[in-house]
Each structure stands twice: as structure tokens, then as C-alpha cells.
């Protein structure tokens, strides 16, 4: 069966950085948009950025000139660089295509808590 793992989530004092990652075996991966989504705590899922399969980069509001999302060298793999992290930023984070006609099974996501 076709998975997404995340990693690379943890506990952070606010200013501080993390790196996550996401690795998976379905071959749509490498060849739609992808994205970083998270979800906190009583609130819906969010797109916090995505990338194209021409390198182009979209990014939240929230979240714009902090975080930086990359694709590895290893087609279905996707990063995300998690710089200056705020105590808002807390939530659990999952990797996934933009199109939800295409989404995946969603995996278990990767936690990311910033203490203030």
C-alpha cells in the first residue's frame, strides 16, 4: 500500500528551526504539485506551501519568507526548512499533492511544538 512518511518533527523554542521530510513510494508524487500542509489543534488543515514539478513555490502568508520547500534529489521525496518558528506554527505537518482529486492516504504526520 502506498505511504507518506513524514519526520523530522520535534519540540523547539520559539526563533528555532526544524527540517522535515517526507518520503513515499507512489510515482504520482514526483509528477503532480506537492505540499506541506499541518493542522492544529481544533482547527482544519491548511496548505502551508507548495511546490510544482517545475520548481515553482507557493507559500502561505503565515509562513513566507520562513519556511523554504524543496523537493529532494530522489523524486518522491519533499522537504521543508522551518526557520525563525513561532509558538502559531505548533501542529502536526503531512506531506501530500496540491490536487485533492489526487490526494494520497494521508500519513501519520510529523508533530512540531514551539515553545514560546
Known amino acids: 500500500q502506498v505511504q507518506l512518511v513524514e519526520s523530522g518533527g520535534g519540540l523547539v523554542q520559539a526563533g528555532g528551526s526544524l527540517r522535515l521530510s517526507c518520503a513515499t513510494s507512489?510515482?504520482?508524487?514526483?509528477?503532480?504539485?506537492v505540499a506541506w500542509y499541518r493542522q492544529a489543534p481544533g482547527k482544519q488543515r491548511e496548505l502551508v506551501a507548495s511546490?510544482?514539478?517545475?520548481?515553482?513555490?507557493n507559500y502561505a502568508n503565515s509562513v513566507k519568507g520562513r519556511f523554504t520547500i524543496s523537493r529532494g534529489n530522489a523524486k518522491n521525496t519533499l522537504y521543508l526548512q522551518m526557520d525563525s518558528l513561532k509558538p502559531e506554527d505548533t501542529a502536526v505537518y503531512y506531506c501530500?499533492?496540491?490536487?485533492?482529486?489526487?490526494?494520497?492516504?494521508w500519513g501519520q504526520g510529523t508533530q512540531v511544538t514551539v515553545s514560546s
Open positions: 511546490v510544482s514539478t517545475g520548481g515553482s513555490t
Open positions: 507512489a510515482p504520482r508524487f514526483s509528477l503532480r504539485s
Open positions: 501530500n499533492v496540491v490536487d485533492s482529486s489526487w490526494w494520497l492516504p
